[in-house]
């Protein structure tokens, strides 16, 4: 039977921890092609050069009584009153769940921009986005 995956079936997790207030995630791949035409030819030819990867997510801010703040472990990467390091990356998995198959894209990531925000008669809201850094840890689409 055929499966239309829709935004339920969506699932971000940061460092291993599935978010549980996250309203949408996204991922665009890239690929640098060299071109490697000489003179005398009349069809460009290419080779691959460098692929990378960023994306972007939404998630809403709260505190689930226990002290849990999902947005908050995106956002302490990059709001900080220190400098950021070549360590604060985050490790993310975006998922897609089919019954008990979980279909994953996984990579390390730097959070390079936050939007938090707060207005009258909305959800206080941040919206992160990421750029990978090396090649994807794991992928399983």
């Known amino acids: ?38 003179l005398g030819e009349y069809q460009r030819s290419y080779v691959p050069g460098v692929q990378e990867f960023s994306g972007s997510a939404s998630l809403l801010y709260y ?3 226990s002290g849990r703040n999902d947005a908050a472990t995106a956002l302490k ?22 019954g008990n198959t979980n279909h994953d894209i996984s990579l390390t ?5 936050v ?6 008669g909305e959800v206080s809201s941040a919206q992160i986005s990421f750029r990978a850094t090396g090649a994807l840890t794991g992928v399983t689409i």
Do not use: F, H, P
């Not at 339920?8 to 092609?33: C, F, H, M, P, Y």
């Open 63 to 65: 505190n689930n009584g």
């Open 115 to 120: 939007t938090y925000s707060a207005s009258v």
């Open 1 to 38: 039977m055929a499966k239309v995956y829709t935004g339920r079936d969506g699932r971000l997790l940061i460092g291993g921890t599935e978010q549980l207030k996250v309203t949408n995630w996204s991922l665009t791949g890239a690929l640098e092609v060299l071109e490697t035409t000489t």
């Open 77 to 98: 990467n990059i709001l900080k009153t220190g400098s950021v390091a070549d360590t604060d990356t985050v490790s993310l998995q975006l998922r897609l769940v089919e």
């Open 109 to 113: 990531a730097y959070i390079t921009d």
